[in-house]
């Protein structure tokens, strides 16, 4: 599934059209466009009061926009009750009936519509079925488990047959074993169904381990919507970056400029960068700001006569202060490096072969075409997220 | 620290203990004599000794001789209480409903409503009647002392609905929407249910504050007497056991109420989280 499609194939495609809501003087969210295709698993990943779950209740339908349109399957659904969105909502603590066994709680749906006790139970009983929940099926919901609690939760919503089943971080109650469990059992389900689902998270790599297209949010706005690769590889912004993890972002301010290196202030330190390659147009003049990010496990350390040691192109020197064993590898952390905390994770069979001690001054350095040039945080995010494939629009790294 | 190690209680433990022990006789001593005293023989009197055990004069009070219309008067307060206890049910439940959304002018009538708690009974009273005098309508229980028990019934049913509607999550009546539920039937089918246990709770107090109400009903009940007030009535004028009978009865009556309502909320805790037995396990089977 290509995020970036713009063929309305499967059931289910989402688009957002200049979307905003207020709640009364807050905004949440701020003139969104977004398009996720039918058929698609797709996360909208941020920090708490991003505004990703107020997206989530404006597909649904339990709250409306202030401004712009909802469009499911090209049809605005703006003022539609959810049922006639073909939309249904997990919801975060699953808000199970607790008065009602597994059987009703799925049937809830059929009860509405008038379907009859028999009939409607067998139809319940069924979609238990196809979420392994058939032998709980008279358990009330404060007899089951979390896990479990889930599953009926799912089967309560997929019994209306649903173009869009929407998620409201269904993972958050779980305990750390089950949340893997469930993750797993999220994709294979959203797979079996065929349907798109829209899941709200804060979990960096429960969105990429999940979605097709990863929609990352700051402050009810949209930051980078891209395929799960591009948003961890390739991050838009700083920000993106940052939060994703796994990146070392280097920003200052250019103080020079040769034919192909750019020199930065960034903290105490100079550092002299490969310039970014002329196609991308993003060449920056004398005393603009600039974003540079490269993945920390890109990083190779050696190690320096002195903590001041000249660095030379695409390198940072500084000073060991930190080293975790992680198993396969090691996080090594660099004091003085830049402006800001430096990362390089190193493999464990590289370490061990030499392994540094804290206070060791090192050396860090990389090759040029692991360079990530990041947009400026005042980009307007909103165009990346409706052009495909993700990424491209902006400054990127070969590679 | 060393206190600790020892184990032993402290003074303190022991005079409150015997304080403890004092103030349950103060409570049931007195109408334990009472419950005790009904049972006394034909010939006994109102005090001890016991002549003899019996159960006569429970038959005296059901069977209206001198002890006034016993009868009549327990039938108008349970019809009377029954009607205190739907209504306080259902408005508790809908202003409960209401004060979610906050509307404006909310806590002038949460105030306004609340007023009437600690207001003097009597006086209460003593205004319902005079106004239904003023207005030239005759006082009667079923219609002036259910008004003035309402005033009393209500504040107490709408505190027990805030408490319980403040620990009732929203999210239950957005996924019934979800599912497609049109708003009768989120109520119906969702908010009654879960709500249910806490309107036990209302009902209960509705009932036995209607049914030993007093100062509220005294002047506005009309010609014909409630329960309290026959009991009242009788105590100037009864000399017999038959009185203490009377205290037995209505004591059983209270008593049978909150075991109902007691019951009937532990029944649906127990039935939302029974662990599962083999019944449900024997159904899955088939």
Request: proline share 5%; charged share 15%.
């Amino acid at each position: 599934m290509n995020p970036g499609d713009r063929r309305p194939a499967a059931r289910g495609s989402i688009e957002l059209a200049g979307v905003t809501k207020r709640f009364g003087e807050t905004t949440a969210v701020k003139n969104i466009d977004l398009k996720i295709p039918g058929g698609c698993y797709c996360c909208l990943l941020g920090p708490s009061g991003c505004g990703k779950t107020t997206i989530l209740r404006m597909i649904a339908g339990h709250e409306s926009p202030t401004d712009g349109a909802v469009l499911i399957d090209g049809e605005n659904v703006v003022g539609k009750l959810p049922v006639e969105r073909g939309t249904a909502m997990m919801f975060q603590s699953y808000a199970l009936f607790p008065h009602l066994s597994c059987t009703d709680n799925v049937a809830f749906n059929l009860k509405t519509r008038g379907v009859d006790k028999a009939e409607r139970r067998a139809h319940a009983r069924d979609m238990l079925d196809r979420v392994r929940m058939k032998s709980f099926a008279d358990r009330l919901p404060a007899q089951l488990s979390g896990g479990q609690q889930q599953r009926i939760a799912l089967a309560r919503s997929l019994i209306t047959n649903p173009r869009v089943l929407l998620l409201d971080e269904p993972l958050s109650a779980l305990d750390e074993f089950l949340r893997l469990q469930m993750r797993g059992e999220l994709r294979n389900i959203q797979a079996e169904f065929g349907i798109t689902f829209i899941h709200v998270t804060h979990t960096q790599m429960e969105a990429i381990a999940l979605a097709d297209m990863v929609v990352v949010m700051d402050q009810g706005q949209i930051e980078q919507a891209a395929s799960a690769r591009d948003v961890y590889d390739r991050p838009r912004t700083g920000y993106v970056a940052h939060f994703m993890g796994g990146q070392n972002v280097l920003a200052g301010t250019v103080t020079g400029r040769q034919a192909r290196i750019v020199t930065i202030a960034s903290g105490k330190k100079k550092i002299d960068i490969t310039a970014p390659p002329s196609a991308t147009a993003s060449a920056p003049a004398v005393g603009a700001l600039f974003e540079v990010a490269m993945r920390r496990d890109r990083v190779r350390l050696s190690r320096a006569p002195s903590e001041a040691a000249d660095a030379g192109v695409n390198a940072v020197s500084g000073r060991v202060s930190g080293i975790e064993y992680q198993g396969t590898w090691l996080k090594i952390s660099i004091e003085d490096a830049c402006g800001e905390g430096f990362v390089a994770n190193v493999p464990d069979g590289a370490f061990f072969a030499d392994p540094l001690t804290i206070g060791d001054p090192v050396l860090a350095h990389w090759d040029p075409e692991q360079l990530h040039f990041l947009a400026s945080r005042s980009g307007k995010a909103s165009e990346t997220a409706t052009a495909g494939p993700a990424g491209a629009p902006t400054a990127v790294a070969a590679g | 620290m060393q206190k600790l190690q020892t184990g032993k209680r402290p003074l303190s433990f022991y005079a409150l203990s015997v304080f403890f022990v004092l103030f349950v006789l103060f409570l049931y001593g007195p109408m334990s004599a009472i419950y005790i005293l009904s049972f006394q023989g034909p010939s006994g009197g109102l005090t001890f000794p016991m002549r003899g055990w019996s159960l006569h004069w429970f038959d005296a009070l059901f069977s209206q001789q001198r002890t006034g219309d016993f009868a009549g008067a327990f039938t108008r307060s349970m019809i009377l209480a029954a009607m205190v206890l739907l209504l306080t049910v259902a408005i508790s439940v809908v202003a409960g409903l209401a004060f979610r959304r906050r509307f404006v002018g909310a806590a002038f009538v949460f105030y306004l409503a609340v007023a009437s708690l600690i207001m003097p009974g009597l006086l209460v009273g003593l205004g319902v009647g005079l106004t239904f005098q003023t207005l030239g309508v005759q006082t009667k229980w079923f219609a002036s002392a259910l008004g003035a028990q309402l005033t009393w019934t209500l504040p107490f049913g709408m505190l027990i609905m805030f408490a319980v509607l403040s620990r009732f999550n929203r999210a239950y009546e957005e996924a019934a929407r979800d599912l497609g539920a049109t708003n009768w039937q989120i109520f119906l089918w969702v908010v009654l249910p879960i709500l249910f246990p806490g309107m036990i709770a209302v009902a209960l107090f509705g009932f036995t504050l209607s049914y030993d109400e007093f100062p509220r009903t005294l002047l506005t009940s009309g010609a014909a007497n409630t329960l309290p007030m026959e009991i009242w009535g009788m105590t100037t004028n009864v000399t017999s056991p038959a009185l203490y009978a009377l205290g037995t009865v209505t004591t059983l009556v209270s008593f049978i109420a909150i075991a109902l309502a007691l019951g009937s909320i532990a029944l649906i805790q127990w039935r939302r989280s029974r662990p599962v037995g083999n019944v449900s396990l024997a159904k899955e089977q088939e």
